[in-house]
């Protein structure tokens, strides 16, 4: 499986945007990019996913460089909710997309 | 609007003693999946079950761990004569399929401390 790099943590102020960062240079063109969040002492939860172009949902935005060697979570305003281990995951869409592969993540911090 | 439902949430047992883990998936969802999370790492892949039916074990310890979903009831994640490093947090998913991009559902978890 094709790895990601992301930054272990970051922080925010309540309501600003937050960018956060995950490269993926070895992506092959059957990857979609997944993001999870993990809460504490919660399991993990589905984000966004994206394969070329940006995604919006209720959540988060994803911003997928042209290249596709790198991808941008944004979440446009902040809450102290928010503050969760965010995933960056690739998966094939033809492969086993059960298997989750999870690194460390990048914390993020948010402050009131 | 239940979402995927684990049992115990927090699990104590002795070195030697049985833990059994149990998962309810989503309503309308088939097909389950276990995870376990070992202090301080990432959560990793174990098992994926359908009713009746085993999948992929390729995560599974080769020994003492076992999982099974039945016809009826939840699924079940079995640790025979349990150890220190089997202390962990262990986590369901369900998913209606697992064609294209579908998302996992995780439950809340279940931690196991062994004493």
């Known amino acids: 499986d094709a790895k990601t790099t992301q930054p272990n943590s970051m922080e925010s102020n309540e309501e600003e945007p937050v960018h956060l960062p995950c490269n993926h240079s070895?992506?092959?063109?059957?990857?979609?990019i997944h993001w999870y969040r993990q809460l504490p002492s919660q399991g993990p939860e589905y984000v966004i996913h994206g394969l070329t172009s940006n995604v919006n949902n209720r959540m988060a935005s994803l911003a997928i460089a042209e290249d596709r060697k790198s991808s941008t979570l944004i979440l446009h305003r902040a809450t102290l909710r928010d503050a969760a281990v965010y995933y960056c995951i690739l998966l094939d869409s033809g492969g086993s997309n059960y298997k989750l592969t999870f690194g460390k993540g990048t914390l993020l911090t948010v402050n009131p | 609007n239940a979402g995927v439902m684990q049992n115990p949430r927090h699990l104590v047992r002795r070195r030697g003693q049985e833990a059994r883990l149990r998962c309810s998936p989503m309503k309308g969802h088939s097909h389950v999946y276990w995870y376990r999370q070992l202090p301080e790492e990432g959560l990793k892949f174990m098992v994926y079950l359908q009713k009746e039916n085993i999948i992929d074990e390729s995560g599974m310890p080769k020994e003492r761990f076992s999982a099974e979903f039945p016809k009826e009831g939840p699924s079940i994640l079995r640790i025979q004569q349990v150890v220190r490093g089997d202390s962990a947090a262990y986590f369901c998913?369900?998913?209606?399929?697992?064609?294209?991009?579908?998302?996992?559902?995780f439950g809340e978890g279940s931690r196991l401390t062994v004493l």
């Open positions: 070895t992506i092959s063109g059957t990857d979609y």
């Open positions: 998913a369900s998913s209606i399929g697992t064609g294209g991009t579908g998302e996992l559902f």
